[in-house]
C-alpha cells in the first residue's frame, strides 16, 4: 500500500533527524525550516509523528504467505 511506503518514509527521516539531532546536536528540520518553533518546521514534526503512528499499525496487521509457485 503507498500510504505504508509514504508513512515508513517519513518516519524514517524523522529517525534521521532525532539521529542527527543525538549525535551531532543538530536539527535538520529547524535548520532547513526557520528554527523549531517555526510554523514550517512545527508541520513537519506533526506529519512525521503521524506517519510513525500510522507506522504502528504495520506491527499488527496480518501478512499473506508467500505461495509458493514451485
Known sequence: MIMDKIALLLAIIGGLNWG???I???DIVAFLFGGA???MSRVVYT???LS???CISLLFRE???VE???
Open 63 to 65: 501478512t499473506d504467505p
Open 20 to 22: 542527527s539531532i543525538g
Open 68 to 70: 509458493d509457485h514451485t
Open 37 to 39: 518553533n517555526s510554523a
Open 47 to 49: 506529519i512525521v509523528g
Open 52 to 54: 510513525a503512528v500510522w
Open 24 to 26: 551531532f546536536g543538530f
